[in-house]
């Protein structure tokens, strides 16, 4: 496998401090949203510019691209109820600075739970790398998507009111290029919405190398002061940063922490057998993922 050195994806500096390091486990990476596999992620770095952390080396794009576009995920769909309600939260929080119509469109939008609750209020369109995933948006609930990047998709400037990147900037080789690509495709005083795991959240801190957010597949780290620097070098003025909690079953739960350390799978596993409740939906907010809203300035 080809492995490539990067500068920072903020500030393209090139001086940086290595912050993990483990075995990497690229191999075997697993690309999906609903992966449980991390613990094996090569050198994650802070750039000694601007504080952001990112992978370097990592490996070349064309590996990359390849596990984006072949991925399948069946637990992401046996969970479909609680990523439902996941969108419609999401949703609640566009609607708080969005107009009440208009155009919106999700990149990275994978099977479509999110698009299909804003559909209820915009003008929604898709875009997906992964074949799978794009398959099943368009045949199950019946949602245009196109198979592109926010870079490759040739998007009409100021076009869209909305744009949505939920969990996708981590993954994206060059998270700079994808924001200018938001900037140039909104309208004036249009809204981007973003989740994104947050490297210097409570649980990421507490966790430090076991962090569930340390995996392959992400190779961008971002906290509220690198995001907010990215934002604003490409006309965004961020209204909303905080923490973003999400529903999911008990045992989904339980299986996100299988790698975790020992004593903390176990007393979760016993817990939750002894209440009988694997299905049962809960809310947790674990202080370790973003959600941020900006506005497109005039």
């Not at 576009?69 to 969970?79: K, M, N, V, W």
């Not at 609640?92 to 209820?120: D, Y």
């Not at 790398?129 to 199950?140: G, V, Y």
């Amino acid at each position: 496998m080809n492995l490539e050195n990067v500068v920072c994806g903020v500030c393209s500096g090139g001086k940086y401090e290595t912050v993990y390091e483990s075995a990497p486990g690229w191999l075997d990476a697993d690309f999906t949203p609903s992966t449980d596999r991390y613990g094996q992620f090569g050198s994650v770095v802070r750039c000694r510019g601007c504080g952001h952390y990112y992978t370097n080396p990592r490996p070349a794009a064309e590996f990359l691209n390849s596990g984006y576009q072949s991925a399948r995920d069946d637990a992401y769909i046996a969970e479909s109820e609680s990523r439902s309600i996941n969108a419609y939260m999401s949703l609640s929080a566009i609607r708080r600075f969005a107009p009440p119509s208009g155009r919106l469109l999700e990149a990275g939008c994978f099977a479509g739970f999110f698009l299909n609750a804003a559909r209820t209020q915009y003008e929604v369109e898709g875009l997906e790398l992964c074949s799978w995933a794009a398959d099943f948006a368009e045949k199950n609930l019946r949602l245009p998507v196109r198979r592109a990047s926010m870079e490759s998709a040739g998007l009409e400037a100021g076009r869209y009111d909305v744009i949505a990147m939920i969990d996708v900037l981590e993954h994206l080789q060059n998270p700079a290029a994808a924001i200018a690509e938001c900037s140039r495709a909104l309208k004036p005083g249009g809204i981007l919405y973003l989740v994104t795991p947050d490297i210097k959240g409570f649980s990421a801190r507490l966790l430090g190398k076991y962090w569930w957010g340390l995996r392959p597949s992400h190779i961008h780290y971002f906290h509220r002061a690198s995001l907010s620097r990215l934002l604003a070098a490409h006309g965004f003025e961020v209204r909303l940063a905080k923490s973003f909690g999400k529903i999911f079953t008990c045992g989904y739960w339980l299986s996100r922490i299988k790698n975790y350390p020992p004593l903390i799978h176990r007393a979760a596993e016993k817990f939750i057998d002894a209440a009988g409740i694997h299905n049962k939906f809960l809310y947790i907010d674990t202080r370790d993922s973003l959600e941020v809203i900006a506005v497109k300035r005039n």
